[in-house]
């Protein structure tokens, strides 16, 4: 190759470098570059396809670099021409370093064009750009080890993340346990005051029938000792009389025990044969007089409406027995609101029906409150949501109901009414 081939090579390539580099004017590109130059940037995304591309591509690298030193160090590392002399590949290591703010970055890249001798000059036909960094030598080629240990970093932190999780899920578990059996304590707590004042009942009969009985054996020993026999008899009979209605409402104070310790026992999942009407009369006594128990003020019109065909039906009667509950302590509370809200002419009522229909047998809770707003109308069932102040309830009520009634392969049903009042039907499959 003579002289001045080379030494245009040399320049041209000096050029291309400066271009690249330092500061030499975009537009002149084209007069050292192939109309169709090829090359690629560093970046993945930095393909050059033309001349204008190319120009692109330095405007952007060269208004990034506004403000910082640079300084560059080239050295050449390879050089091959194709056989006839017209094409060469050359290859340049180029260590840039840039300075901004007391910051130092360096970058090692290396440089690979193809040039091409027609028409008495050198263009440049490719050129490559590429990073000597990120890669761990020889063995990591494609930075595979690098990768691997990303993969390990990312295998460990879900590890720590699941370990977490489990942790909290387990606490939460914990907690919500620990809330259900408040919950379950608190609905105890309001039977408990029924309860009393049901046994009160049975026990003022048991008493007074006792002392009445004990002043009638003391009148039956005075006619005795008259001599009066006939009236001492007749003193007798009543004692005996007064006896049966002791027993009796003795009786009537063990069944109401019993059922205290029915409620508190923890359920026991069995299924029995239960009389849906006395069960829920019972609850909705036993709700009302442990509200009246804790507040004296209150009260409401019970109405029942008893459907006689009902018969009995097979059911954890416990667990209905607090379903019904749940929805009768919710309906006092909404009417007592009301009324303590001062609405004239306002009187509380709660209402509880029971019906067959077809196949399934429905209980019904209604009462006039107030109604449920649409914006929390479907969240009521979900445990925990309460608009109760706090301390006054758990949110729990309506969702340990919902998930006894499907247990029981049965249905829990709100219908409501803006100021008007709501209507909780539990459906339930005779089958
Ligand atoms: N009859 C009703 N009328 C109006 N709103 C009701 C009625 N029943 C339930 N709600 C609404 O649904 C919410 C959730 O009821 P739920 O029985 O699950 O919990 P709670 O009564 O707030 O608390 P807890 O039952 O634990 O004492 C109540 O806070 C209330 O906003
Ligand atoms: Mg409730």
């Not at 063995?139 to 690098?146: F, K």
Request: charged share 30%.
């Amino acid at each position: 190759m003579n002289a001045e081939k080379k030494q245009l090579l040399d320049r041209t390539y000096t050029i291309f470098k400066q271009l690249c580099f330092y500061d030499y004017p975009i537009d002149r590109s084209k007069e050292y570059l192939i109309e169709k130059i090829m090359g690629y940037g560093t970046h993945v995304d930095e393909k050059i396809f033309g001349i204008q591309s190319f120009n692109d591509l330095l405007q952007l690298q060269r208004d990034q670099s506004v403000g910082l030193e640079m300084s560059v160090k080239e050295r050449p590392v390879f050089e091959s021409f194709m056989a006839n002399g017209d094409a060469v590949v050359l290859v340049d290591e180029i260590l840039i370093s840039m300075k901004t703010e007391g910051n130092e970055m360096s970058i090692n890249c290396r440089l690979t064009t193809v040039m091409e001798f027609t028409d008495e000059q050198w263009k440049v036909v490719h050129f490559h750009g590429s990073l000597a960094t990120g890669n761990e030598g020889d063995m990591d080629t494609w930075s595979v080890n690098e990768l691997k240990e990303r993969n390990k970093e990312l295998e460990r932190k879900v590890a720590e993340r699941t370990e977490e999780l489990r942790i909290s899920f387990e606490n939460l578990k914990a907690a919500q346990a620990q809330l259900i059996q408040s919950e379950k304590m608190a609905s105890l707590g309001e039977l408990t005051a029924g309860i009393a004042h049901e046994i009160q009942n049975p026990l003022n009969f048991v008493n007074n029938f006792a002392e009445v009985s004990h002043e009638l054996i003391d009148e039956m020993n005075e006619e005795l000792d008259k001599g009066e026999l006939e009236e001492a008899k007749a003193i007798g009979l009543d004692v005996k009389q007064n006896l049966e209605k002791i027993n009796h409402h003795g009786k009537r104070a063990d069944a109401i025990v019993k059922g205290m310790l029915q409620h508190s026992r923890t359920s026991t999942g069995q299924k029995e044969p239960t009389d849906i009407n006395a069960l829920a009369d019972e609850y909705l006594r036993l709700a009302y007089h442990g509200l009246r128990a804790k507040d004296k003020s209150f009260n409401a019109t019970l109405n029942t409406e008893f459907d006689e065909q009902i018969g009995e039906i097979n059911l954890v009667s416990q667990d209905i027995g607090r379903v019904i509950l749940n929805l009768i302590t919710n309906a006092f509370y909404v009417v007592d609101e009301k009324k303590k809200s001062g609405i004239e002419n306002y009187e509380p009522l709660v209402a509880v029906r029971t019906k067959k229909n077809g196949k399934n047998i429905e209980i019904e809770v209604s009462d006039n409150g107030n109604g449920i707003p649409e914006r929390v109308l479907d969240k009521i069932f979900q445990p925990f949501f309460t608009t109760k102040p706090t301390g006054q309830g758990t949110g729990l009520g309506l969702s340990l109901s919902y998930d006894i009634v499907k247990m029981h392969k049965g249905d829990l049903k709100v219908k409501t009414e803006k100021g008007k009042g709501t209507t909780f039907t539990i459906k339930l499959p005779l089958d």
